[in-house]
């Protein structure tokens, strides 16, 4: 518009118009301003949010960094704890095995002794007749009595005896019970 013209218009149509234009331009500018503020406004929202977005995701870095240590330490926790599992499990095998490498040589030598024995038996039984109170008492049975030297001592010794001997158990031996029988009866005897 040229203002020069609206300035000297003389008709009032050219005034009307003048006011129309300024009423129009007025309302253009007053809308062109709400946009800017709503922009602004919308500016300043956006802003905020970014910003509470920025300290949330700050924090949850933050708590995800302690996370991430906490579970590093337990880890590593977890870690020592397994290796001293580990080895005190090598350890327990360890003495696991020693104890059954003990126990086979032990069960060789008492299989030893059982052969040794029982060919002993043999030879005794062979060389005597066995009667219940004839010939002498075979060595093995006053082995066994060796360290009764009293009466309590020499019941006790032969209750213990038939606990372990007597032919109803696993380890009996009805030849050897009978030996027993023909030692304690003897000592009896003399000890009366």
């Known amino acids: ?13 050219e005034l009307r118009e003048a006011k129309l234009w300024l009423f129009q331009e007025n309302m253009r500018l007053e809308q062109v301003r709400q946009q800017l503020e709503q ?3 919308s500016l300043e929202r956006e802003q905020k949010n970014l910003k509470d977005a920025t300290e949330k995701f700050l924090r949850e870095r933050t708590s995800f960094k302690d996370e ?5 330490r337990r880890s590593v926790q977890e870690r ?10 090598e350890k327990k095998m360890a003495i696991l095995q020693d104890g059954f490498r003990q126990l086979e040589a032990d069960r060789k030598a008492l299989e030893r002794e059982r052969i ?11 060389r005597s007749a066995d009667s219940f109170y004839g010939d002498p008492v075979p060595f093995v049975a006053e ?12 019941r006790k010794r032969y209750k213990d005896l038939m606990k372990i001997f007597h032919p ?6 009805e030849e050897l019970v009978q030996m027993i029988n023909r030692e ?9």
Not at 1 to 13: L, P, Q, R, T, Y
Not at 80 to 89: A, C, G, T
Not at 168 to 173: K, L, R
């Open 1 to 13: 518009m040229d203002w020069e013209k609206v300035i000297n218009a003389e008709s009032s149509k």
């Open 39 to 41: 922009g602004r406004t």
């Open 68 to 72: 991430m240590n906490l579970l590093n």
């Open 80 to 89: 020592k704890r397994l290796k001293e599992e580990n080895l005190f499990f």
């Open 116 to 126: 040794s024995f029982e060919k002993e038996r043999e030879s005794r039984s062979q």
């Open 143 to 154: 082995i066994l009595f060796r360290n009764a030297t009293n009466p309590l001592a020499l």
């Open 168 to 173: 109803d158990n696993i380890a009996g031996d």
């Open 184 to 192: 304690f009866a003897r000592r009896r005897r003399e000890e009366a």
